[in-house]
Nanobody, 124 residues
């Protein structure tokens, strides 16, 4: 059974930083893409970032490029999202999601496995 557990969300002020963690189990990371996808109240889901260990590939949404960094620690079965220079518009529930293979890496609505989400709130 694939399981994804997020942590690290919280309330911060604009300009500050947070690091989210996603601990995964029940999957071989080399065979999957793991992504961070967020959803703000009243808005559609937005792809934030994704990583493929096998292909050494990372992708970022336009709104977070240059501010957010995705990384992984295979020994800890964890994918991180380092978020710097946070803005109020980054406020959302951040979900960790996993998809088999790389072909659907940026098809954010088609990820098969999802965590429960962690709330990030950025005050102005």
């Amino acid at each position: 059974e694939v399981r994804l557990v997020e942590s690290g969300g919280g309330l911060v002020q604009a300009g500050e930083s947070l690091r989210l963690s996603c601990v995964y189990s029940g999957l071989a990371f080399d065979d999957y893409v793991i992504a961070w996808i967020r959803q703000a109240p009243g808005k559609e889901r937005e792809g934030v970032s994704a990583i493929s260990s096998r292909h050494g590939t990372t992708v970022y949404g336009d709104s977070v490029k240059g501010r957010f960094t995705i990384s992984s620690d295979n020994a800890k079965n964890t994918v991180y999202l380092e978020m710097n220079s946070l803005k109020p518009e980054d406020t959302a529930v951040y979900y960790c999601a996993a998809e088999y293979g790389i072909s659907a890496m940026t098809l954010w609505d088609e990820y098969d496995y999802w965590g429960q989400g962690t709330q990030v709130t950025v005050s102005s």
